[in-house]
């Protein structure tokens, strides 16, 4: 590692469908590189990458890992690869979106077999956001009827004729590949040695685009010499105006080598373009200036306690120095540096621009905080994560262990920005959000692998309130005789629908109540709007006036003025028409074209209002205010219409009434469940 400088640095993060063989080829590459010392595979749970306990079980990727190593090109050329693995499955959007956000480039997998798939889509799109450089790698090219030209012909169709061009090829005999950038002419395949001439022809082309004097050059007919010919390339793969395509088979690793050294050609250095702060103005990325990284992952290993991965953007990172932490605004201490590569975590001595390193036990960093040299004042942007749209109400399987489970689920939703932990007051229940089942699954497991605590789990209720549609009058007296100091207090109160925030009015006069006891009298109001008449939900959008009462010189007491202005309220409440309301989610919904028609039938069904409708990259966006108790199983139930394709976003916008017929039905559960008590 140490050696190489960042120019000669390639950062990349595997993109796309679960199942394409992300994990699988990264696996031959971490052997190639000496990473590892042997080809770990998924199948038989010996990956370098799907090393942890969930990931072994559902036999998928589900944390985004950064991995590294020293590759020698074919041209003898050492190159540091520092190689991201993220998850396909729909679910794991966010490491994807993490991962994408700290690598130069993305090398995005199709199988041969099954093509361009959901995955492939999501991870193309996530790559477009950013601007993003990328190759297409065709695996799989070992199993039976696989098609390279097939495949290569869908991914054209798709992304573009002139700019998707192939420059790893299998040979026709199927036993090797030609890396057409690295293989001398004499050494190309004579069956191949026409085809390989008219896309050689096509890279120049592309190259000489990238500058006027190269292009003047080209139309006079000269030749490009080989380093202009390389820095073309390497530029329009960086401007995404070539996307290079390759061909492999982690099953026999045919191809694989061929990939790597195209990478080392064709993918951008980190020095070579600057990289936007957060303000949107540009610094450079040398690894000689002062250091600046941004946290883009925060993990507590079950070894060294909480590590933070730090993608480094400028300058060098060493152990044991200072650093500011430029979001908190506090120093942090830095001990040692760690390379983790999966289980194996190696010293490091220098993290340069480009690299991936991470921090063991900082004291006050988390994800998204900037660190640079001390007197340094660079913030990136925060990484954007999709808003969690599936929930579970969650509690321990054994009583007692309810601090437990809020230190475990606080601690998963610190390491998972797509978890959120949330203590709903209304329903008083714990509410885990994530991305999907699988992931609330799989988080769950998580959990109890961490932490030996067992988690259960069901659908959440809905915080419903309760609000008056009229004017109503209440009284109460409270008086109690019983021996002893009585108890006395009366409060005629009148309430009516607002939403002004000043909530209470004393129109008390001539003293019915004295003024020291009308505080006591609004705590009994508060009190009373806690449970409503419905189903004993909180009592909003309502303003109370106090306007009579009586009160004796001995017997009254605050309790006693509490009790008979809650009470009052009660009356009054149940007297000014109170109706349920429910929580209304502004709902924002991404569908292909032709499930239009299936999506908006079916937020019709929910009592979905349509807002509005339109295409937006690539995807009909359907905006529609639906009840929130018709969202609860949306997420599977996008997913199975739209065979993954979909997906969805959603927030909170208000709360409405329930239509009658459905109200009724809610009030008499409440009341059953009350009676069941
Ligand atoms: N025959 C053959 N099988 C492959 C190849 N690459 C991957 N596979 C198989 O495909 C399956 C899925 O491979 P993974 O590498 O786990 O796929 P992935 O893209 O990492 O999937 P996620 O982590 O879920 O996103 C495994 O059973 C692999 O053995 C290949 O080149 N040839
Ligand atoms: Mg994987």
Redesign the pocket.
Known sequence: MKGIPSAGVRNFALM??????????LDVMLNILGTSDRVG???DKT?MA?WTPEEQEH???IFAKPFDGVYTAASGKQRRFVVT?????ADFIGQLTAAAEVADAALI?V?AISGIQV?TNRAWRVCEKRNLPRGIVI?????DDASFDKALAAIKAQWGDVRCVPVVLPTTDGKSEVDLLNTPADQIPADLADQIKAIRDHLIELAAETDDALMEKYFEGQELTADEFSDGLRKSVHDAHLIPVFA?????RVGVKETMDSISRLFPSPEDYPVKCADGHEVSTCENEPFAGLVWRSVNDPFVGQLSYVRVYRGTLKPNSEVMNVTKGEKERIGNLLFVNGKKQADCQEAKAGDIVAIPKLKNTYLNDTLCAIGEDISFKAIEFPSPVAAYAVAPKTKGDEDKIGVALQRAAAEDPSIRIERNKETHETILWGMGDMHLDVTLEHIKNRSKVDILHHTPKVAYKETITAIGEGHHKHKKQSGGRGQYGECYVRIFPSTEEEWFANKLVGGAIPGNFVPACQKGFVDGMQKGPLVGAEVVNVKVELYDGSYHDVDSSEVAFKIAGSRALHEAIEKAKPVLLEPIMTVKVMVPDEQMGDITGVLNTKRGRILGMGPEDGLQVITADVPQIEMMKFCSELRSITSGRGSFEMEFARYDPVPGNIAQKVIADAQKEKEDL
């Open positions: 796309g469908h679960t199942g394409s063989g992300k994990t699988s080829l595979s998924p199948d990956s799907d036999q998928i990727s693995d993220t998850p396909g499955y997998v199988d995955g695996t799989g090219l070992d199993k492999a088979s982690a099953k026999t």
